[in-house]
């Protein structure tokens, strides 16, 4: 079984990379009718890290789910066109983050051969995660910029801690959660009886950690995703409708204290509300937005004859918004789908494990991805307010591809291990 399905990825890798080069030349024609002059080795290049990358699962995870790589292919590849568009400088350290992202994904692979074995380092993930997502904050090497205390500075290199916290806190929260999840299904809100503050104080300082992010750090979007991502792991892990009756509960008092609080909260709602009334200030970004989408409808205006440069940051934050523009409403349908099939995938594979800390692992891994995608797209769409997030494998960003990059070989880690035992017991 494994060789079909490796063979199959292979063929939708391929057909990943020959889709990117398209849009690649497509966008070239569209802006000079002419041919890029580098499309061989475009081609070449990415064929040989995607490529690298699907030989590494042949050998070192063969009996993987074969969906998740071509998807990320796919998804980075789109991104890395529409960055090379917008801003060429920025696509030469894309390709750069693109290949350690890989890299960081085949070290991954060779470096932790048994998912399990992460579980009994539940603690020392508890403690770098809330190291990495409080780093911001310290005097030296923390920076501040667009008004997000989100950046640590090493020397000449910048990058996000809280993208890799975030895989951290979902290993301490898969292996704590299935070590206490029978005292923390025991809660009944007719009851009135809470969980033991020895119980749940590890969890309570984790979510403590995600309102320090949005109170000291002032990301709003980091924030979200840790609470949202607390609460659905407390509830897959018990099952227990209470937990997302007080995490909604949680969530309304937190918000109303924010907007209460901080101006740049009010700010940002009152932009989701009536970005119009704020065209030439603060809601300029979200309106070149909605008319980027408009100028795009339902095929788009067409590969590198659009404009999306006059949406500023629009190869970080509104990507989404480039791709309405250009591809139109089949473009960014295609790019919901092939997360929606990420999710699936990962969703599957937590499905089909058959240890519990795997089986919680692979969901919060996958609840991640999710999470972040719905938030900036939503953002980007007016759905929900605006946040700093990137869009996951699209995006302009070293921190969040090698972040997501790693994240997915472990998705793939633990989809090995359970077909391997899978077979075993067949065997």
């Known amino acids: 079984?494994?060789?079909?399905?490796?063979?199959?990825?292979?063929?939708?890798?391929?057909?990943?990379?020959?889709?990117?080069?398209?849009?690649?030349?497509?966008?070239?024609?569209?802006?000079?009718?002419?041919?890029?002059?580098?499309?061989?080795?475009?081609?070449?290049?990415?064929?040989?890290?995607?490529?690298?990358?699907?030989?590494a699962i042949r050998f070192l995870a063969p009996d993987a789910d074969g969906m998740l790589l071509p998807l990320a292919a796919v998804l980075n590849g789109i991104g890395y066109v529409f960055i090379a568009r917008l801003d060429p400088d920025l696509a030469g350290l894309q390709a750069v983050w693109t290949g350690l992202g890989i890299g960081a994904f085949v070290g991954t692979l060779a470096l932790l051969r048994r998912a399990r074995d992460l579980e009994r380092y539940r603690y020392t993930f508890a403690v770098l995660g809330?190291?990495?997502?409080?780093?911001?904050?310290?005097?030296?090497?923390?920076?501040?910029?667009?008004?997000?205390?989100?950046?640590?500075?090493?020397?000449?290199?910048?990058?996000?801690?809280?993208?890799?916290?975030?895989?951290?806190?979902?290993?301490?929260?898969?292996?704590?959660?299935?070590?206490?999840?029978?005292?923390?299904?025991?809660?009944?809100?007719?009851?009135?009886?809470?969980?033991?503050?020895?119980?749940?104080?590890?969890l309570l300082l984790a979510w403590g950690a995600s309102l320090v992010v949005m109170t000291a750090q002032r990301d709003l979007g980091s924030s979200l995703l840790f609470f949202a991502f607390f609460i659905l792991m407390v509830w897959m892990a018990t099952a227990r409708g209470a937990y997302l009756s007080i995490g909604l509960g949680l969530f309304a008092m937190g918000a109303f204290f924010a907007y209460s609080t901080f101006e740049h909260v009010q700010s940002r709602i009152g932009v989701w509300v009536d970005p119009w009334s704020k065209a030439s200030g603060q809601g300029f970004q979200v309106v070149q937005a909605a008319y980027a989408f408009g100028s795009g409808g339902f095929a788009g205006t067409g590969p590198g004859l659009g404009s999306p440069g006059s949406i500023p940051a629009a190869a970080t934050d509104f990507i989404f918004a480039a791709v309405g523009e250009e591809l139109g409403l089949l473009g960014t349908t295609a790019v919901v789908v092939a997360f929606v099939l990420m999710v699936g995938s990962g969703l599957r594979i937590a499905l089909r494990a058959d240890q519990p800390f795997e089986q919680l692992l692979a969901a919060g891994l996958t609840v991640i991805i999710g999470l972040q995608a719905f938030i900036i797209i939503g953002g980007v769409t007016r759905l929900v307010p605006l946040t700093g997030l990137t869009l996951p494998f699209m995006s302009y960003g070293g921190s969040s591809l090698l972040a997501n990059y790693v994240l997915l070989a472990m998705l793939i880690r633990v989809s090995d291990d359970t077909a391997r035992r899978a077979r075993r017991q067949v065997g």
């Open 130 to 202: 809330v190291v990495l997502l409080l780093m911001p904050l310290l005097p030296v090497i923390g920076r501040n910029i667009n008004g997000a205390r989100l950046w640590v500075r090493v020397g000449t290199i910048n990058f996000q801690p809280a993208e890799l916290a975030k895989i951290a806190l979902a290993v301490f929260f898969a292996a704590y959660l299935v070590e206490k999840r029978e005292l923390l299904s025991e809660f009944r809100i007719t009851q009135g009886r809470l969980p033991d503050l020895r119980i749940v104080g590890p």
């Open 1 to 55: 079984m494994k060789q079909p399905r490796r063979n199959a990825e292979l063929g939708l890798i391929i057909l990943a990379v020959l889709l990117t080069g398209a849009l690649y030349a497509l966008v070239s024609l569209g802006r000079s009718a002419s041919l890029p002059a580098n499309i061989v080795p475009f081609l070449g290049v990415i064929l040989a890290l995607f490529g690298g990358a699907h030989i």
